[in-house]
């Protein structure tokens, strides 16, 4: 599992935008380009592919790096020209939204839309959506991270300084459901929401089976059969939600959201999709209009260090030494043979001996056994 940036180039970019007195949360977005993400993608595929580890990449932000994925997925990475285990996970944020809230003139606004890697244009929000219904993609996760306002104030003069993170959790099936599959509507900006391209048991598998299966924890959970959890969401697709947090001054405005943060990257927004009814181990916890979830109801699960959906079909230890080896021995073969064709005459590289003639030892010749 890995975040994929290149820390030491952000680094130097946040200094340059500081230079140009840029300190507001849109230099956040700024000093880190699309290109940083795709850089660390390209370079965390490579190393899990020269190693054959299987690879998670959390938080895909950019179609660049969706691209890369996908690439590696399929085999077209001409690097590695052979299919990786490796699987991309979008977050509902960079999905649904845009970067014009990070540029907003109002600091709470724009504070509230920080996260890294950053929420981007519209081109790269439509390049993840794709590839989420097509597949290149493998999960839909939300990266919730909250803080509220007062400390998103710590990094007003200093964009560095602004926590990173959004919410996501409560939001997460009625901002995806509306973005990728019901698709037309409109944020609280007047924004309208790229047409719709998944399908509803793809929406399902994004954010129920394919994590469950990845971490383990499938068919216990990711599935409605005997046996599993009964954790249930009835989804209400012709229904609608007003996204936001209770503002005091409107009293009888209603909570829009149950988290205790003050702020919402969501904030505004009316989505097509209302969650009816929700089922926590065979107990009803929310009706559409009260929620009673009862704290400590929850457990922890432990998930097993190796699961098959990720390892399964392959090799063991010793038959990947014992293939590598003879890779290497046929390696080190066609080097020889092709050096041979290549140097002049047809000699390998000649050693001088102690007495000041010439030597046709070589180490290649020798790891060959020929002298």
């Not at 390998?348 to 046709?360: V, Y």
């Amino acid at each position: 599992m890995v975040h994929c940036e290149n820390a030491d180039a952000v680094d130097l970019w946040q200094r340059k935008v500081l230079k140009l007195k840029i300190t507001g949360p849109e230099g956040h977005a700024l000093s880190r380009p699309s290109v940083l993400e795709d850089e660390g993608t390209k370079r965390a595929l490579s190393l899990a592919a020269l190693v054959g580890a299987p690879l998670y990449v959390v938080h895909v932000m950019s179609a660049g790096a969706s691209a890369l994925i996908s690439a590696a997925r399929n085999g077209r990475d001409l690097s590695f020209p052979f299919p990786q285990r490796v699987w991309g996970e979008a977050v509902v944020s960079g999905i649904a939204g845009d970067d014009s809230k990070v540029f907003s003139r109002d600091f709470r606004t724009a504070a509230a839309s920080v996260m890294s890697p950053p929420i981007r244009s519209p081109r790269h929000r439509e390049a993840l959506r794709a590839a989420l219904a097509g597949g290149d993609l493998s999960v839909l996760a939300t990266d919730h991270a909250v803080f509220n306002f007062s400390q998103k104030l710590a990094g007003r003069g200093d964009f560095r300084l602004i926590p990173n993170g959004v919410n996501g959790i409560e939001e997460r099936l009625v901002v995806a459901w509306d973005a990728l599959v019901a698709g037309g509507a409109r944020d609280g900006l007047g924004s309208e929401v790229p047409r719709a391209t998944a399908t509803p048991s793809r929406l399902v598998e994004l954010v129920s089976a394919a994590p469950s299966k990845l971490f383990g924890l499938y068919p216990r959970k990711g599935a409605i059969a005997p046996g599993s959890d009964a954790d249930i969401v009835l989804f209400d697709p012709m229904g609608e939600t007003e996204i936001g947090v209770e503002e005091k001054e409107e009293a009888g405005r209603g909570r829009k959201h149950h988290s205790r943060v003050d702020t919402n990257v969501y904030e505004g927004r009316k989505v097509k999709g209302r969650v009816a009814t929700t089922i926590f181990s065979g107990r009803v916890v929310w009706d559409g209009t009260e929620l009673t979830a009862r704290r400590g109801a929850g457990k922890r699960l432990a998930l097993p260090a190796f699961v098959d959906a990720v390892f399964g079909g392959l090799q063991s230890r010793e038959g990947e030494e014992e293939e590598a080896r003879g890779r290497d021995g046929a390696a080190g073969a066609e080097l020889i043979e092709r050096w041979e064709r290549e140097f002049p005459y047809g000699e390998l590289p000649i050693q001088r001996g102690g007495g000041g003639g010439e030597s046709a030892s070589s180490p290649l010749r020798e790891q060959r056994g020929e002298l």
